[in-house]
């Protein structure tokens, strides 16, 4: 019996701060209010593009911002033959071209902005997707993101390591590239 007494006055509670919540609701609609207003001017601006904050350097000629200093990199495109592609149906490499698309417009930003570690991760992180979601029976292509991964590893800096990736992107969009001219 007393858990019954226990339950009906909770049961209560729960009513009656339903009821204070409908009436606020009820209160706040009833008022006027002055519509919301996007003004610029209220929100500083940021000093970088997109979401990782560039290393910037201030000039004192001028206020103007100056972009960081990019790292010179010789750059090793692997050149394959287009039976690396053997193998492939067309929904694997339209697959692997659309995921290292989208690796690029990713990485490239960060790695201008001088996020060069945020740049590999995002190109290593796509090759190994790639390897997994194509290896079985699309063989060349995993291997040559394999190739390039183990490349990249030797590589000492981080900007390195993203340009051993993106070599490795390069090479396969060209063959891909090349097999699309030949059909």
Known sequence: MRRAWIWI???LLVFMAGVASVSVV???LAK???PT???PEAHPTTPW???VPARVVKDTSDDDLVEPKLPAIKRSVPVFEVRVLDGCSKQDLDT???RISTAIETGAPQYND????GCF???ESTALALEHAVGKTCKGPASALKTGREQAAKRTTPAERAWAMRDAFDGLLDVIDRRGAEL
């Open 9 to 11: 006055v909770f049961g």
């Open 26 to 28: 009820a209160v706040r």
């Open 32 to 34: 006027p209010h002055a």
């Open 37 to 39: 207003v996007y003004v």
């Open 49 to 51: 593009r997109g979401t």
């Open 96 to 98: 692997v071209e659309a």
């Open 114 to 117: 001088g996020d060069f570690d």
């Open 121 to 123: 991760t995002t190109y």
